[in-house]
């Protein structure tokens, strides 16, 4: 079920098909999540790259009246996306030591766990992708602000379409998530996306839970 739910599907979902108790299918669905996590690469490698943020409350349930874009209060989640291997890596982007969120390091340095420096890097115009530039990368940018959305094979479209599964997934599936558990939630929708078109991707994530 969790493999094939597109939008994911929540415990009490899982307690409903499986009967039994509520705790357990909690416990049995986040361990899954945390097994899905694992399954997912990181070496960094020479591609065509899209990278993009996009922003989630941790906690739908809390009303809290915040800005829209990235002066937003809600939680920053950056995405990778390859389009050679058309995989994507999303994690919680934290704010560094000085509450700042989504500085030029630290998009940098979720980049550097899955990109080579010789990979051709889209963006859009975010000024924080400005240090991509100064450090001699192949940055190529399209410009939201003037509505521009892909030119010439420069557009970030295939994260932003995972962004789109995502939250859809969020808000239909969930209705509430924990800050603690958000990148588990993260990390079941990478996987899915990322084996979407592989027949065995159960069997897949049955061998890594049992090693």
């Not at 557009?155 to 995502?166: D, P, R």
């Not at 209705?175 to 990148?183: E, P, R």
Request: some cysteine; glycine content about 6%; charged content about 25%.
């Amino acid at each position: 079920m969790v493999t094939n739910a597109k939008k994911g599907i929540s415990a009490c979902q899982v307690h409903r098909e499986i009967r039994g108790s509520y705790k357990t299918s909690w416990r049995m669905v986040h361990h899954i999540r945390k097994a899905m996590g694992q399954v997912l690469s990181k070496n960094p490698l020479k591609a065509i790259i899209e990278i993009d943020e996009a922003y989630v409350h941790a906690s739908p349930k809390i009303k809290v009246k915040s800005k829209r874009g990235r002066g937003t209060l809600k939680t920053p989640i950056v995405g990778v996306y390859n389009r050679d291997k058309d995989r994507i890596y999303a994690t919680i982007a934290r704010p560094n030591e000085i509450g700042q969120k989504l500085s030029g390091k630290q998009l940098l340095g979720i980049l550097e766990q899955v990109a080579s420096k010789d990979s051709i890097i889209m963006t859009d115009e975010f000024r924080s992708y400005n240090i991509l530039d100064r450090r001699g990368y192949d940055h190529r940018k399209i410009n939201h602000s003037e509505y521009q959305y892909a030119f010439n094979g420069i557009h970030v479209n295939n994260v932003e379409a995972f962004w789109s599964i995502f939250k859809r997934g969020l808000v239909g599936s969930f209705h509430h998530v924990s800050g603690k558990y958000l990148q588990n939630y993260i990390d079941e929708f990478t996987y899915r996306f990322n084996h979407r078109k592989d027949p065995n991707i159960f069997y897949k994530l049955l061998d890594k839970m049992i090693r």
